[in-house]
């Protein structure tokens, strides 16, 4: 009897131990693979997959994903979650315009769709990469029950970890691999919450046991108080106001520069805004993209709304900049508790002065592009936009220093990355809630180099938080800076000092 036993709970053994291989060597699900793109006519360099997953039958949820599998060895390499900002603007912008497979360039023609080629520093090159729409309602994500575009940031979480989840159900063979999150602007709340998600879900047991390894925060919106305090030192050490306006401001405002504290410091504040309204507010050093179908005059008007608008002011002009990735107008109004306007809802539907968005609006409204990569039809979801204004979105998760705290202090890795020209979520305040954390630092303040040269500048503290910023780039870091941006990128997934 006891040789039976014991061979029966072999055999369970053994069938459990086949179940649990033939799980995790499945192949990804062959009706997502993309053989194919319009634009592009050579061999993709590694496999690339595509299509929803419907996290809610019920409500009928839909979050559209572009998967491309590492270039290096896909069944090690890390997951990489990518997530852009907005709110409301569609992770394809990190795809076609920052660090995604391709590279692509306008039509030769008229009515022609970009033409595309291989991106030599594209993050495929270290990693495998998960492009996500997200939340839903954003880009080519969709539901079917229309109060489901009415979204925070906690339920945001939720969605994207339910996504997650199922995804790696469908991919099965990517679970022992290391997970990251990483994302920028806006994604600096969507990374942290989610994580934190990630984590809950890992401590509760939660099926599949995803592999989470830490998070990257590009220029990432983080704290009220922080990001609106960053403006006008940031300013100051550019050489963007004078000394004696910046002496004036933190005399009159007493160190508080988005609430202001008496009518001699808005006037002060308002002082700073004459000086920078005209530039590139994503980045200084960049000059302005004027659309032809654009109205010739850059000092545009707009009506903010009543949660945006300052005692006795309605209106204020526009800062500009090449292209738009979230939500940065005006200056001096950080993300705070309650609703947060997108672009098009801010901008009452209008072009966004100095945005150019037209190969990727292009290529995504294409029939050919979209049966490719197994998105529904216009007729279906409606045209794809950067940043949409079908969202009306809640920003209700509050500060990300705690979410910070909670992550580093339990040993999971951060990399907090500041494009050290972006005027949107200047680095200036990323550095200082860094520091607030009061961590012990490791690795003092040191240059880090590329090639030879100076790329930036970091400093490491204890919990594997490290701050680091990317001289000379925009808020966008992967766009202005490719080089620099993939080798910090692969440094920090494989652990090794930057």
């Known amino acids: 009897m006891a040789k039976a036993t014991t061979l029966c709970s072999y055999k369970l053994i053994c069938h459990c131990l086949f179940f649990s291989f033939a799980v995790l060597t499945r192949a990804a699900p062959e009706d997502a693979l993309i053989t194919q793109l319009p634009g592009f006519s050579a061999n993709f360099p590694s496999n690339h997959y595509s299509g929803y997953v419907n996290i809610d039958q019920s409500h009928g949820k839909n979050l559209f994903y572009y998967f491309v599998e590492s270039e290096g060895n896909p069944s090690e390499d890390p997951v990489v979650l990518w997530l852009n900002g907005g709110p409301g603007c569609s992770s394809f912008d990190g795809f076609i315009y920052e660090h995604g497979p391709f590279n692509f360039e306008e039509a030769k023609m008229?009515?022609?769709?970009?033409?595309?080629?291989l991106n030599p520093y594209s993050w495929s090159k270290v990693s495998n990469i998960i492009y996500l729409d997200?939340?839903?309602g954003v880009g080519l994500s969709y539901s079917k029950t229309p109060s489901d575009y009415s979204i925070g940031d906690l339920q945001t979480a939720l969605d994207t970890h339910a996504f997650l989840l199922k995804w790696f159900e469908l991919y099965p063979e990517f679970l022992p691999n290391p997970l990251f999150i990483a994302g920028e602007s806006y994604a600096g709340i969507y990374v942290p919450t989610l994580s934190y998600e990630v984590v809950k879900g890992i401590d509760a047991g939660t099926q599949p046991v995803l592999n989470f390894k830490g998070y990257l925060v590009g220029n990432g919106v983080t704290d009220d108080e922080f990001d609106g305090n960053a403006?006008?030192?940031?300013?100051?050490?550019?050489?963007?106001?004078s000394d004696e306006l910046y002496e004036e401001v933190?005399?009159?405002c007493k160190g508080n520069f988005y609430i202001p504290v008496s009518d001699v410091c808005e006037r002060k504040l308002d002082k700073v805004?004459?000086?920078?309204?005209?530039?590139?507010i994503y980045n200084i050093l960049e000059p302005c993209y004027h659309s032809p179908?654009?109205?010739?005059?850059?000092?545009?008007?707009?009506r903010l709304p009543s949660s945006f608008q300052k005692l006795g002011e309605t209106d204020r002009p526009l800062g500009v900049r090449k292209r738009m990735f979230g939500r940065a107008w005006p200056l001096r109004a950080p993300v705070r508790d309650g609703i947060v306007p997108t672009w098009p809802q801010l901008l009452n539907g209008e072009t966004v002065p100095c945005t150019n968005d037209e190969v990727a609006t292009t290529w995504l409204n294409d029939a050919a592009v979209r049966k490719a990569i197994h998105a529904e039809e216009e007729t279906v979801i409606g045209n794809w936009e950067l940043c949409t204004d079908r969202i009306y979105y809640d920003h209700d998760a509050g500060s990300m220093?705690?979410?910070h705290k909670n992550l580093t202090s339990r040993g999971y890795r951060a990399l907090i990355f500041s494009g050290?020209?972006?005027?949107?979520?200047?680095y200036t305040g990323s550095e200082a809630w860094t520091r607030s954390l009061g961590y012990k630092i490791v690795d003092e303040w040191r240059p880090w180099m590329f090639n030879g040269q100076v790329a930036g500048y970091l400093q490491g503290y204890e919990n594997n938080l490290t701050f680091l910023t990317i001289k000379g780039s925009g808020h966008t870091v992967p766009e202005y800076k490719p080089q620099e941006a993939l080798e910090f990128y692969s440094k920090f997934l494989a652990g090794k000092t930057i």
């Open 273 to 280: 805004d004459e000086n920078l309204q005209y530039l590139n």
């Open 420 to 426: 050290d020209h972006d005027m949107c979520v200047p």
């Open 134 to 136: 997200s939340p839903v």
């Open 293 to 302: 179908y654009a109205a010739e005059n850059t000092d545009i008007k707009i």
């Open 231 to 241: 403006l006008v030192p940031f300013a100051h050490g550019m050489g963007l106001i």
């Open 401 to 403: 220093i705690t979410y």
């Open 250 to 252: 933190k005399t009159e």
């Open 110 to 117: 008229k009515g022609g769709l970009p033409q595309m080629h």
